[in-house]
């Protein structure tokens, strides 16, 4: 009665295991590196930022969030994400955050919404205007602007019109958080 009992326990934790396997890498596509940071505390206003260099081994991403909540506290947050090779996701390889001033939020946010939000041609675009450019390789850029009741994503190019400009301002910005034996290179690959 005892070896039965322990057979079926130890099958059980068995199958638990493979459930709990199975769960966690379900064929799917690669997610963005934007969506596999974790969750944010509640916040009023958020602006994030994603770069993933392509074609590097390892395969990593970061993202810069900044983030706060009315007038009473901002916080940055810069996460270091690496590609699992077994599965299709990201696994969270480092995290920094830190409060930020209101000031260099609020200064952030006016360099970037610009940026971010499109002009109303990109919907109804007139004959004269060009298609935008088109880049194969490099890091992509994905910047993604949150507020209540609205959001708003953009992907760009490290190399691409205003991937290299929103890059830097990132760049810039973790530099300050993130150990500098920890920082990438300017493209956002693996010194």
Not at 98 to 120: C, F, K, R
Not at 150 to 167: A, C, D
Request: charged share 20%; with cysteine; aromatic share 8%.
């Amino acid at each position: 009665m005892l070896l039965a009992l322990i057979a079926i326990t130890t099958l059980a934790s068995q199958a638990q295991k493979a459930t709990q396997a199975n769960q966690r890498c379900i064929p799917q596509p690669m997610p963005p590196a934007i969506d596999s940071a974790g969750e944010l505390p509640i916040a009023s206003d958020v602006i994030e930022f994603a770069a993933t260099p392509a074609l590097q081994y390892p395969g990593r991403a970061w993202v810069v969030r900044v983030y706060r909540r009315g007038a009473v506290e901002a916080k940055i947050e810069v996460v270091r994400l690496r590609r699992r090779n077994d599965c299709n996701r990201y696994d969270i390889e480092a995290r920094w955050r830190s409060p930020l001033q209101q000031a260099d939020y609020v200064a952030l946010a006016e360099t970037l919404v610009p940026i971010g939000v499109p002009a109303a041609s990109v919907f109804v675009p007139s004959s004269s205007e060009q298609l935008p450019e088109l880049v194969l390789d490099g890091t992509g850029i994905d910047l993604r602007l949150r507020s209540a009741g609205w959001q708003v994503s953009r992907s760009l190019n490290h190399y691409g019109q205003f991937g290299g400009t929103i890059s830097e301002i990132f760049r810039h910005l973790s530099s300050k958080y993130v150990p500098e034996s920890e920082l990438p290179k300017d493209d956002w690959r693996t010194k």
